[in-house]
């Protein structure tokens, strides 16, 4: 259980680091694309994947929403897959969270609060999951208590 802990300590903090990376450079590829565009000369897609090959248009996209989601950082214990995953739940309702912190936002409003440094992974992204669920099942004017959808993607049933 102790070396459990310890690894979980060092994926988490892995996983942390390369949220940042990916947040760092997903702002110079903002940035970058807003350069091209302006000079109006090229298309971005054309341009980064002859300039960039190495980097998939998929890592990119990645990349470039950590960066254009604000408060990422405060959440970057999630890792990047788990933030993508909340990432592309919120953008339907992005207008309707905090500006300042959308992830954040959406969690409180599912009745959640998260302590990364004391969740486990494995029950991480389940937990995500069960809010995207939730979040989908609302506009469907469904009632899911955010237990029950945590539940269901725990296999709980």
């Given at each position: 259980?102790?070396?459990?802990?310890?690894?979980?300590?060092?994926?988490?903090?892995?996983r942390?680091?390369m949220?940042?990376?990916?947040?760092?450079?997903?702002?110079?590829?903002?940035?970058?694309?807003k350069?091209?565009?302006?000079?109006?000369?090229?298309?971005?897609?054309?341009?980064?994947?002859?300039?960039?090959?190495?980097?998939?248009?998929?890592?990119?996209?990645?990349?470039?929403?950590?960066?254009?989601?604000?408060?990422?950082?405060?959440?970057?214990?999630?890792?990047?897959?788990?933030?993508?995953?909340?990432?592309?739940?919120?953008?339907?309702?992005?207008?309707?969270?905090?500006?300042?912190?959308?992830?954040?936002?959406?969690?409180?409003?599912?009745?959640?609060?998260?302590?990364?440094?004391?969740?486990?992974?494995?029950?991480?992204?389940?937990?995500?999951?069960?809010?995207?669920?939730?979040?989908?099942?609302?506009?469907?004017?469904?009632?899911?208590?955010?237990?029950?959808?945590?539940?269901?993607?725990?296999?709980?049933?």
């Amino acid at each position: 259980k102790e070396q459990n802990m310890a690894a979980e300590g060092v994926f988490g903090s892995a996983r942390a680091k390369m949220v940042n990376i990916g947040y760092v450079i997903g702002c110079l590829l903002v940035h970058l694309k807003k350069l091209v565009m302006a000079e109006g000369n090229e298309n971005w897609g054309d341009y980064i994947s002859r300039e960039f090959p190495e980097m998939s248009r998929r890592t990119r996209e990645k990349c470039m929403n950590l960066a254009n989601t604000s408060g990422i950082l405060r959440h970057a214990d999630i890792g990047v897959d788990a933030a993508e995953l909340v990432i592309q739940a919120i953008k339907p309702i992005k207008h309707m969270l905090s500006k300042e912190d959308p992830i954040g936002d959406l969690f409180t409003r599912s009745g959640i609060t998260i302590n990364y440094a004391q969740i486990e992974k494995g029950h991480l992204t389940p937990m995500i999951k069960g809010v995207i669920t939730r979040q989908k099942l609302l506009p469907e004017s469904v009632g899911v208590p955010s237990e029950i959808s945590l539940c269901h993607r725990r296999g709980a049933f």
